[in-house]
């Protein structure tokens, strides 16, 4: 057992580097389409930040994340946070498909769930 110890050390040690280097192709400002409607542009700015303990910070159409996560698992990384518009709260999650993010978002005292994308902010 203590010869394989060195082994599962440094993978212990390798994981949050693996992890974060998949965090940072996420991190950054992306321009969200929030369209509900064929020909008609409605988007809004999302800033994600993304710690190696875990934790997401940031901006969601124009609320400060309150509470959030990540997590690269499963051959993808994805994020899941919660913000507010003073009423309640809306709680997001969203993943990293390529060059874009899928999301979606549920405001149960709105009483609706709204799927959306995103593209990197120019």
Known sequence: MIRFLPI???LGLAAPAIA???G???DGRWTVDLS???GQVYTKEM???LAADGTVSGSFYDSEIEAGRWKADRGRTCVSFRTTDGAGPYHSAACLRGDRVEG???AEHRR???NWNA???K
């Open 8 to 10: 599962v050390l440094s």
């Open 20 to 22: 974060q280097g998949a």
């Open 24 to 26: 940072a192709s996420f």
């Open 36 to 38: 509900s409607e064929p």
């Open 47 to 49: 800033v994600l930040k």
């Open 104 to 106: 979606q978002t549920w």
């Open 112 to 114: 609706f769930l709204f």
């Open 119 to 121: 593209v990197r902010a």
